[in-house]
C-alpha cells in the first residue's frame, strides 16, 4: 500500500465522482449507493438537494487533476479554510485509526471536499502527485489514481486500454500490409 487506507479511498472516490460527470446521461443517480460504497460516515440524506451539491463540486475536483503542484496546494488549503476542517484520528466500522476533518453531521459535499483535501495533503508530502493522472485514451477525459507500483497504470480501465491496444494492432498490420516501413517500429501505446 503505498498510502494510509483512507487516503487510497478517498482518491479513488474523488477520481470515480469526477468521472461520473463525463457520461450522458449522467452516471451519478443515487448518492447514498455512492457513499455506502465509498465508506462515507455520517449522515446521508439521499435527496435531491444531495445529490445536486455532490454533483456541483466535481468541477472543483477534477480541477485538482489538471493543477500543478502550486495550485493544488492553494486548492487543498482553500477546501480545508472554507470547511472550517479540523482534523482528528477516529477508528469506526472495523477501521483503525485514522483522519477525518468535520463532523458527520457535515453535508457530503463537504465532507468529500476534505477527505478528497486530506488525502491530497499526503499525496503532496509525498510528492506522489504524478500518480493523478487522466486517461491515456485518445477519446478519454476520465481521471485516475495510478496506485501501481511502478507507476504503470495509463488508462481509467481495461475498456480504455483494451480499446487502444486493439487500435494499435490494427495500424501496425495495415501498416505491414501498406509496407510501411515504421511497422518495423512500431509506437507503443
Same mark, same amino acid.
Given at each position: 500500500?503505498?498510502?494510509a487506507h483512507?487516503?487510497? +479511498?478517498?482518491l479513488?472516490? &474523488?477520481?470515480?465522482?469526477?468521472?461520473?460527470?463525463? =457520461?450522458?446521461?449522467? %452516471? !451519478?443517480l #443515487? /448518492?447514498?449507493?455512492f457513499?455506502?460504497?465509498?465508506?462515507?460516515?455520517?449522515?446521508?440524506t439521499g435527496?435531491?438537494?444531495e445529490l445536486?451539491?455532490?454533483?456541483?463540486i466535481?468541477?472543483?475536483?477534477?480541477?485538482?487533476?489538471h493543477?500543478?503542484?502550486?495550485?493544488?496546494?492553494?486548492?487543498?488549503?482553500?477546501?480545508?479554510?472554507?470547511t472550517?476542517?479540523?482534523?482528528?484520528?477516529v477508528?469506526?466500522?472495523?477501521?483503525?485509526?485514522?483522519?477525518? +476533518?468535520?463532523?458527520?453531521? &457535515?453535508?457530503?459535499?463537504i465532507r468529500?471536499?476534505? =477527505?478528497?483535501?486530506? %488525502? !491530497?495533503v #499526503? /499525496?503532496?508530502?509525498?510528492?506522489e502527485?504524478?500518480?493523478?493522472r487522466?486517461?491515456?485514451?485518445?477519446?478519454?477525459e476520465d481521471?485516475?489514481?495510478d496506485?501501481?507500483?511502478?507507476?504503470?497504470?495509463?488508462?481509467?480501465?481495461?475498456?480504455?486500454?483494451?480499446?487502444?491496444?486493439?487500435a494499435a494492432?490494427?495500424?501496425?498490420a495495415?501498416?505491414?500490409r501498406?509496407?510501411?516501413a515504421?511497422?518495423?517500429?512500431p509506437?507503443?501505446p
Amino acid at each position: 500500500m503505498l498510502f494510509a487506507h483512507d487516503t487510497e +479511498a478517498s482518491l479513488m472516490a &474523488a477520481a470515480e465522482l469526477v468521472n461520473t460527470a463525463h =457520461e450522458d446521461p449522467d %452516471a !451519478l443517480l #443515487d /448518492v447514498t449507493e455512492f457513499a455506502t460504497r465509498w465508506g462515507y460516515t455520517g449522515r446521508v440524506t439521499g435527496d435531491r438537494d444531495e445529490l445536486d451539491a455532490v454533483r456541483a463540486i466535481r468541477p472543483r475536483l477534477e480541477s485538482l487533476w489538471h493543477a500543478d503542484r502550486d495550485r493544488i496546494v492553494a486548492e487543498t488549503n482553500a477546501i480545508l479554510r472554507e470547511t472550517a476542517a479540523l482534523p482528528q484520528l477516529v477508528a469506526h466500522d472495523g477501521w483503525d485509526y485514522h483522519l477525518h +476533518a468535520v463532523p458527520p453531521e &457535515a453535508d457530503l459535499a463537504i465532507r468529500i471536499q476534505v =477527505e478528497t483535501a486530506m %488525502a !491530497l495533503v #499526503d /499525496v503532496v508530502r509525498m510528492d506522489e502527485l504524478g500518480r493523478m493522472r487522466v486517461c491515456a485514451a485518445d477519446d478519454c477525459e476520465d481521471v485516475l489514481v495510478d496506485l501501481s507500483k511502478n507507476r504503470s497504470r495509463r488508462f481509467c480501465s481495461n475498456t480504455c486500454s483494451n480499446r487502444m491496444n486493439v487500435a494499435a494492432y490494427r495500424a501496425r498490420a495495415n501498416a505491414t500490409r501498406r509496407g510501411d516501413a515504421r511497422a518495423e517500429r512500431p509506437d507503443r501505446p
